[in-house]
Protein backbone atom coordinates (compact mmCIF):
# COMPACT_ATOMS: atom_id res chain seq x y z
CA UNK A 1 0.00 0.00 0.00
CA UNK A 2 2.82 2.57 0.94
CA UNK A 3 4.93 1.99 -2.22
CA UNK A 4 1.63 2.25 -4.18
CA UNK A 5 1.10 5.43 -2.83
CA UNK A 6 4.46 6.94 -3.07
CA UNK A 7 4.56 4.90 -7.45
CA UNK A 8 1.54 7.43 -7.77
CA UNK A 9 3.38 10.14 -6.86
CA UNK A 10 6.61 9.69 -8.27
CA UNK A 11 4.29 9.04 -11.49
CA UNK A 12 2.79 12.69 -11.04
CA UNK A 13 6.22 13.70 -10.50
CA UNK A 14 5.17 15.26 -7.40
CA UNK A 15 7.87 14.33 -5.33
CA UNK A 16 11.69 13.86 -5.71
CA UNK A 17 13.96 11.12 -4.19
CA UNK A 18 14.74 12.40 -1.37
CA UNK A 19 10.90 12.76 -0.19
CA UNK A 20 10.73 9.10 -1.12
CA UNK A 21 13.23 8.06 1.36
CA UNK A 22 11.60 10.29 3.77
CA UNK A 23 7.76 8.85 3.13
CA UNK A 24 9.13 5.22 3.18
CA UNK A 25 10.19 5.88 6.73
CA UNK A 26 7.37 8.07 8.09
CA UNK A 27 4.82 6.78 10.60
CA UNK A 28 1.87 5.27 9.47
CA UNK A 29 -0.33 7.89 10.84
CA UNK A 30 1.35 10.62 8.63
CA UNK A 31 1.56 8.84 5.51
CA UNK A 32 -1.91 8.14 6.06
CA UNK A 33 -2.13 12.16 6.16
CA UNK A 34 -0.35 12.35 2.72
CA UNK A 35 -2.64 9.78 1.31
CA UNK A 36 -5.71 12.09 2.41
CA UNK A 37 -4.32 15.09 1.20
CA UNK A 38 -3.31 13.23 -2.20
CA UNK A 39 -6.93 12.82 -2.30
CA UNK A 40 -8.10 16.68 -1.58
CA UNK A 41 -6.42 17.54 -5.11
CA UNK A 42 -8.20 18.28 -8.58
CA UNK A 43 -8.40 15.26 -10.84
CA UNK A 44 -9.74 15.99 -14.23
CA UNK A 45 -13.21 13.76 -15.08
CA UNK A 46 -14.32 13.04 -11.27
CA UNK A 47 -14.70 16.10 -9.17
CA UNK A 48 -15.13 16.44 -5.64
CA UNK A 49 -16.94 19.55 -5.74
CA UNK A 50 -19.23 18.84 -8.38
CA UNK A 51 -20.29 14.90 -6.85
CA UNK A 52 -21.20 17.66 -2.69
CA UNK A 53 -22.53 20.17 -4.41
CA UNK A 54 -26.08 18.98 -4.18
CA UNK A 55 -25.09 16.45 -2.44
CA UNK A 56 -28.17 15.64 0.20
CA UNK A 57 -26.33 13.27 2.78
CA UNK A 58 -25.98 13.95 6.53
CA UNK A 59 -22.41 11.11 6.33
CA UNK A 60 -21.98 9.41 3.34
CA UNK A 61 -19.86 11.65 1.35
CA UNK A 62 -18.85 14.32 3.28
CA UNK A 63 -15.68 12.91 3.13
CA UNK A 64 -14.33 12.63 -0.27
CA UNK A 65 -10.71 10.99 -1.75
CA UNK A 66 -10.43 11.25 -5.22
CA UNK A 67 -7.80 10.04 -7.01
CA UNK A 68 -6.28 10.24 -10.57
CA UNK A 69 -5.20 6.39 -10.09
CA UNK A 70 -5.04 4.03 -7.80
CA UNK A 71 -4.55 0.02 -7.87
CA UNK A 72 -7.63 -0.70 -5.82
CA UNK A 73 -10.15 1.76 -4.31
CA UNK A 74 -10.38 -0.87 -1.77
CA UNK A 75 -7.05 -1.08 -0.72
CA UNK A 76 -7.00 2.79 -0.32
CA UNK A 77 -10.28 2.92 1.81
CA UNK A 78 -8.97 -0.21 3.83
CA UNK A 79 -5.27 1.56 4.76
CA UNK A 80 -7.44 4.75 5.52
CA UNK A 81 -10.36 3.34 7.43
CA UNK A 82 -7.29 1.86 9.81
CA UNK A 83 -5.76 5.31 10.28
CA UNK A 84 -8.36 7.72 11.66
CA UNK A 85 -11.23 8.59 8.99
CA UNK A 86 -14.24 9.60 9.30
CA UNK A 87 -17.51 6.84 9.20
CA UNK A 88 -18.69 7.06 5.40
CA UNK A 89 -15.79 8.94 3.83
CA UNK A 90 -15.88 7.67 0.04
CA UNK A 91 -12.60 6.85 -1.67
CA UNK A 92 -12.78 7.48 -5.79
CA UNK A 93 -10.45 6.69 -8.42
CA UNK A 94 -10.75 7.74 -12.32
CA UNK A 95 -8.70 4.95 -12.84
CA UNK A 96 -7.87 1.05 -10.57
CA UNK A 97 -4.80 -0.72 -12.08
CA UNK A 98 -5.08 -3.68 -9.44
CA UNK A 99 -8.88 -3.83 -8.65
CA UNK A 100 -10.38 -6.29 -6.76
CA UNK A 101 -13.24 -8.38 -8.33
CA UNK A 102 -15.21 -11.27 -5.74
CA UNK A 103 -13.76 -14.87 -5.30
CA UNK A 104 -10.22 -13.22 -6.01
CA UNK A 105 -10.76 -12.20 -9.71
CA UNK A 106 -9.51 -8.81 -11.15
CA UNK A 107 -12.04 -6.31 -12.29
CA UNK A 108 -11.65 -3.89 -15.21
CA UNK A 109 -11.44 -0.16 -14.64
CA UNK A 110 -10.48 2.17 -17.23
CA UNK A 111 -11.51 5.77 -17.14
CA UNK A 112 -15.04 6.53 -17.75
CA UNK A 113 -16.26 3.93 -15.06
CA UNK A 114 -17.68 4.50 -11.09
CA UNK A 115 -14.59 3.07 -9.40
CA UNK A 116 -15.62 3.70 -5.39
CA UNK A 117 -14.97 2.40 -2.06
CA UNK A 118 -17.57 3.59 1.52
CA UNK A 119 -16.06 3.33 4.66
CA UNK A 120 -18.75 2.32 7.27
CA UNK A 121 -18.52 1.86 10.78
CA UNK A 122 -21.29 -0.05 11.78
CA UNK A 123 -21.17 -1.81 14.89
CA UNK A 124 -22.31 -5.02 13.97
CA UNK A 125 -21.20 -8.57 13.95
CA UNK A 126 -20.72 -10.51 10.64
CA UNK A 127 -23.56 -12.65 10.56
CA UNK A 128 -24.93 -8.54 8.99
CA UNK A 129 -22.17 -8.75 6.42
CA UNK A 130 -24.08 -10.14 3.64
CA UNK A 131 -26.86 -7.81 4.41
CA UNK A 132 -24.74 -4.59 3.80
CA UNK A 133 -24.00 -6.01 0.41
CA UNK A 134 -27.63 -6.76 -0.64
CA UNK A 135 -28.52 -3.11 0.55
CA UNK A 136 -25.52 -2.06 -1.59
CA UNK A 137 -27.41 -3.73 -4.39
CA UNK A 138 -30.47 -2.22 -3.51
CA UNK A 139 -28.78 1.59 -3.40
CA UNK A 140 -26.90 1.07 -7.31
CA UNK A 141 -30.59 -0.64 -8.60
CA UNK A 142 -32.48 2.59 -7.56
CA UNK A 143 -29.57 5.01 -8.69
CA UNK A 144 -30.05 3.25 -12.25
CA UNK A 145 -33.96 3.69 -12.04
CA UNK A 146 -33.03 7.49 -10.86
CA UNK A 147 -31.50 8.42 -14.31
CA UNK A 148 -33.74 6.37 -16.81
CA UNK A 149 -32.61 3.17 -16.56
CA UNK A 150 -36.23 0.43 -16.97
CA UNK A 151 -35.13 -2.68 -15.27
CA UNK A 152 -32.25 -3.01 -13.32
CA UNK A 153 -31.93 -6.00 -11.57
CA UNK A 154 -29.82 -7.59 -8.79
CA UNK A 155 -28.48 -11.06 -9.34
CA UNK A 156 -27.39 -13.27 -6.34
CA UNK A 157 -25.71 -11.46 -4.43
CA UNK A 158 -24.62 -8.79 -6.06
CA UNK A 159 -24.30 -8.16 -9.24
CA UNK A 160 -26.49 -5.74 -11.12
CA UNK A 161 -27.87 -6.45 -14.45
CA UNK A 162 -29.30 -4.92 -17.33
CA UNK A 163 -31.04 -6.36 -19.89
CA UNK A 164 -29.48 -10.16 -19.05
CA UNK A 165 -26.02 -8.34 -18.86
CA UNK A 166 -23.63 -7.19 -15.50
CA UNK A 167 -23.48 -3.69 -15.65
CA UNK A 168 -22.16 -3.25 -11.77
CA UNK A 169 -20.37 -5.83 -9.38
CA UNK A 170 -19.91 -5.01 -5.58
CA UNK A 171 -17.20 -5.97 -3.48
CA UNK A 172 -17.32 -5.98 0.32
CA UNK A 173 -14.10 -6.37 2.64
CA UNK A 174 -14.59 -6.54 6.46
CA UNK A 175 -11.40 -4.88 8.49
CA UNK A 176 -11.37 -6.95 12.31
CA UNK A 177 -9.77 -6.16 15.43
CA UNK A 178 -9.73 -9.21 17.31
CA UNK A 179 -12.08 -10.95 15.87
CA UNK A 180 -14.50 -8.22 15.74
CA UNK A 181 -15.22 -5.76 12.82
CA UNK A 182 -13.62 -2.36 13.31
CA UNK A 183 -14.86 -0.96 9.38
CA UNK A 184 -16.53 -2.07 6.53
CA UNK A 185 -15.49 -1.28 3.16
CA UNK A 186 -18.30 -1.27 0.45
CA UNK A 187 -16.57 -1.21 -2.80
CA UNK A 188 -18.81 -0.61 -6.10
CA UNK A 189 -17.91 -0.54 -9.25
CA UNK A 190 -20.26 0.89 -12.30
CA UNK A 191 -19.69 0.35 -15.95
CA UNK A 192 -20.51 3.74 -17.00
CA UNK A 193 -19.32 5.67 -19.93
CA UNK A 194 -17.95 2.94 -21.41
CA UNK A 195 -17.79 0.40 -24.82
CA UNK A 196 -17.49 -2.68 -24.91
CA UNK A 197 -14.14 -2.33 -26.90
CA UNK A 198 -12.75 -1.12 -23.10
CA UNK A 199 -13.07 -4.63 -22.32
CA UNK A 200 -10.73 -7.41 -22.93
CA UNK A 201 -12.84 -10.07 -25.37
CA UNK A 202 -13.54 -12.69 -23.10
CA UNK A 203 -15.77 -10.34 -20.74
CA UNK A 204 -17.32 -8.79 -23.52
CA UNK A 205 -20.62 -10.92 -23.76
CA UNK A 206 -21.69 -10.66 -20.54
CA UNK A 207 -21.08 -6.59 -19.79
CA UNK A 208 -23.19 -3.86 -20.32
CA UNK A 209 -22.38 -0.45 -20.21
CA UNK A 210 -25.03 2.29 -18.97
CA UNK A 211 -23.69 4.52 -22.16
CA UNK A 212 -25.30 1.49 -24.23
CA UNK A 213 -28.05 1.01 -22.04
CA UNK A 214 -29.68 4.52 -22.62
CA UNK A 215 -28.06 5.39 -25.79
CA UNK A 216 -25.40 8.28 -24.05
CA UNK A 217 -23.09 9.31 -22.04
CA UNK A 218 -24.12 10.55 -18.96
CA UNK A 219 -22.99 12.59 -15.88
CA UNK A 220 -20.31 10.46 -13.81
CA UNK A 221 -20.34 13.61 -10.98
CA UNK A 222 -24.39 13.39 -10.83
CA UNK A 223 -24.06 9.79 -10.90
CA UNK A 224 -21.67 9.41 -8.07
CA UNK A 225 -23.86 12.11 -5.89
CA UNK A 226 -27.30 9.86 -6.76
CA UNK A 227 -25.63 6.66 -5.66
CA UNK A 228 -24.42 8.17 -2.12
CA UNK A 229 -27.77 9.22 -1.59
CA UNK A 230 -29.54 6.26 -2.27
CA UNK A 231 -26.83 4.23 -0.52
CA UNK A 232 -27.37 6.89 3.05
CA UNK A 233 -31.04 5.83 2.54
CA UNK A 234 -30.17 1.96 2.83
CA UNK A 235 -27.32 2.14 5.21
CA UNK A 236 -30.07 3.76 7.38
CA UNK A 237 -32.78 1.45 7.41
CA UNK A 238 -29.21 -1.31 8.37
CA UNK A 239 -28.79 1.07 11.29
CA UNK A 240 -32.09 1.17 12.28
CA UNK A 241 -31.83 -2.62 12.06
CA UNK A 242 -34.78 -2.51 9.39
CA UNK A 243 -33.92 -5.33 7.39
CA UNK A 244 -36.95 -6.53 6.59
CA UNK A 245 -37.24 -3.13 4.73
CA UNK A 246 -33.89 -3.85 2.97
CA UNK A 247 -34.79 -7.40 2.01
CA UNK A 248 -38.28 -6.46 0.21
CA UNK A 249 -36.45 -3.88 -1.83
CA UNK A 250 -34.25 -6.54 -3.03
CA UNK A 251 -36.81 -9.34 -3.59
CA UNK A 252 -38.43 -6.78 -6.03
CA UNK A 253 -35.10 -6.24 -7.99
CA UNK A 254 -34.24 -10.10 -8.05
CA UNK A 255 -32.99 -11.81 -10.98
CA UNK A 256 -32.46 -14.90 -9.11
CA UNK A 257 -35.47 -15.86 -7.70
CA UNK A 258 -37.59 -18.51 -9.00
CA UNK A 259 -34.66 -19.52 -11.73
CA UNK A 260 -32.50 -22.92 -11.96
CA UNK A 261 -29.19 -22.03 -10.78
CA UNK A 262 -25.94 -23.57 -10.63
CA UNK A 263 -24.45 -22.67 -7.50
CA UNK A 264 -21.09 -22.67 -6.61
CA UNK A 265 -20.22 -22.71 -2.94
CA UNK A 266 -16.62 -21.71 -1.58
CA UNK A 267 -14.85 -25.54 -0.34
CA UNK A 268 -18.23 -27.14 -1.57
CA UNK A 269 -18.82 -29.02 -4.38
CA UNK A 270 -21.10 -27.82 -7.72
CA UNK A 271 -24.71 -28.26 -7.76
CA UNK A 272 -27.91 -27.46 -9.57
CA UNK A 273 -30.40 -26.17 -7.67
CA UNK A 274 -33.98 -24.29 -7.57
CA UNK A 275 -33.93 -20.81 -6.34
CA UNK A 276 -36.75 -20.25 -3.70
CA UNK A 277 -35.88 -16.87 -1.96
CA UNK A 278 -33.49 -15.03 -0.01
CA UNK A 279 -33.77 -15.37 4.01
CA UNK A 280 -33.52 -12.86 6.48
CA UNK A 281 -30.08 -13.00 6.84
CA UNK A 282 -29.33 -12.42 3.51
CA UNK A 283 -28.45 -16.33 2.33
CA UNK A 284 -29.85 -17.65 -0.93
CA UNK A 285 -32.49 -19.97 -0.04
CA UNK A 286 -32.48 -23.05 -2.72
CA UNK A 287 -34.19 -26.52 -3.24
CA UNK A 288 -31.88 -28.91 -4.55
CA UNK A 289 -32.65 -31.96 -7.38
CA UNK A 290 -33.44 -34.21 -4.39
CA UNK A 291 -35.64 -32.05 -2.91
CA UNK A 292 -33.64 -31.29 0.41
CA UNK A 293 -33.25 -27.18 1.07
CA UNK A 294 -30.29 -25.20 1.30
CA UNK A 295 -29.16 -21.94 2.39
CA UNK A 296 -26.26 -20.51 0.49
CA UNK A 297 -24.80 -17.79 2.46
CA UNK A 298 -21.46 -17.37 0.12
CA UNK A 299 -20.34 -18.24 -2.80
CA UNK A 300 -21.55 -17.89 -6.62
CA UNK A 301 -24.77 -18.83 -8.87
CA UNK A 302 -24.52 -19.37 -12.29
CA UNK A 303 -28.16 -18.84 -13.95
CA UNK A 304 -29.18 -21.63 -16.28
CA UNK A 305 -33.10 -21.15 -16.86
C1 LIG B 1 -17.40 -8.32 -8.60
O1 LIG B 1 -16.55 -9.20 -8.83
O2 LIG B 1 -18.50 -8.34 -9.13
C2 LIG B 1 -17.05 -7.21 -7.64
C3 LIG B 1 -16.36 -6.08 -8.32
C4 LIG B 1 -16.04 -4.90 -7.40
C5 LIG B 1 -15.24 -3.84 -8.10
C6 LIG B 1 -15.10 -2.60 -7.27
S1 LIG B 1 -14.47 -1.24 -8.19
C7 LIG B 1 -14.21 -0.33 -6.74
C8 LIG B 1 -13.70 -1.29 -5.69
N1 LIG B 1 -12.26 -1.45 -5.75
C9 LIG B 1 -11.91 -2.68 -6.06
O3 LIG B 1 -10.72 -3.07 -6.16
N2 LIG B 1 -12.99 -3.45 -6.27
C10 LIG B 1 -14.20 -2.71 -6.04
Do not use: H
Not at 20 to 40: H, I, P, Q, Y
Not at 189 to 197: E, S
Not at 236 to 264: A, C, H, M, P
Amino acid sequence: MRNEIINLLKKENKISEKTVSELKDMDLSDFATVVKELGKEETENIKASEITKDLNTKFIGKNLYVYKEVASTNTVAKFLSMNNIENGSVVISERQTKAKGRSGKSWESPLGGIWLSIILNPNVDYSKLPLITLATGVAVAKTLERIGVENPEIKWPNDIIINDKKVCGILTEAVTKFNTIENVIIGVGIDANLNLADFPEELQDGTTTLQIELGRAGNENLLIGMFLEEFEKIANLFIEEKYEDILKEWRKRSYTIGKIVEVREPFNTYYDAYVLGIGKEGALVVEKIDGTLEKVISGECIIKK
